[in-house]
């Protein structure tokens, strides 16, 4: 049981670039989530989904795609990549009943120059 | 706008110290509000979760402190230890949102020896 998993692990972009995040999760779990955590500012929430076909806004949405075409994944697109997108990016996953609790993975260090 | 918020931004103690992080919220409507621990280089992992019909939750050396009337809720941490040195963030969540959560900018804590 891996949990929730995240590739690649550190990446360095230029300036337009596009790339994506992957994130996988074994947990059986509807509820997908990707966060940016910049210093300071906690964990922001750029999109989420309540299972295979359904995903919509967080907070900070602009500059990323996602797409939930079955339960386990959940990848993150980067399009032409701006400085402002230089972050860590976790992906987390929870079920939709009882403790919610959400379940993280390790993050993807992103950085775009 | 910051619905969460939580200080101090960082913190320092000795060994055998009781650390206090705060965080308060404006929404009424959260009911659930967990804290996650955060080690470097890895993805936040709960900690602890208190709901509002409580003053009070205990779990090992790490308590919540919920105050309804004042919106504010803080965890303790008794005899700190340096293993306890991570970032820590106060989340809080509505009924009606499902399963996302609304996270205070994180509060960096050192244990020192």
């Not at chain 1, 989420?48 to 959940?74: C, H, L, M, Q, W």
């Not at chain 2, 340096?82 to 820590?88: E, Q, V």
Request: glycine share 10%.
């Amino acid at each position: 049981n891996a949990g929730v998993t995240q590739t690649p692990k550190f990446r360095i972009l230029k300036i337009g670039q596009s790339m994506t995040l992957q994130c996988t999760q074994d947990m059986n779990h509807n509820y997908m989530y990707w966060y940016r955590q910049d210093p300071g500012m906690g964990l922001k929430l750029i999109y989420y989904s309540v299972g295979a076909g359904i995903t919509d806004k967080g907070e900070v949405p602009n500059g990323y795609n996602v797409s939930r075409s079955t339960t386990e994944d959940f990848p993150l697109r980067l399009e032409l990549a701006a400085p402002s997108q230089t972050s860590v990016y976790f992906c987390a996953s929870s079920t939709g009943t009882g403790s919610r609790e959400q379940y993280f993975g390790p993050g993807t260090r992103l950085t775009v120059t | 706008q910051q619905q969460v918020k939580q200080s101090p931004q960082s913190l320092i103690v000795q060994k055998g110290g009781i650390p206090i992080i705060n965080c308060a919220y404006e929404n009424t409507a959260f009911d659930y509000f967990p804290w996650y621990q955060q080690f470097p280089g890895k993805g936040p992992a709960l900690l602890i979760a208190i709901r509002p019909d409580v003053s009070e939750k205990k779990e090992g050396r790490f308590t919540i402190s919920f105050n309804k009337s004042a919106k504010q809720f803080s965890l303790h941490i008794m005899d700190s230890q340096p293993g306890d040195s991570a970032t820590y963030f106060c989340a809080a969540r509505r009924e009606t949102s499902g399963s996302r959560l609304t996270f205070g900018e994180g509060t960096q804590l050192t244990v020192n020896p």
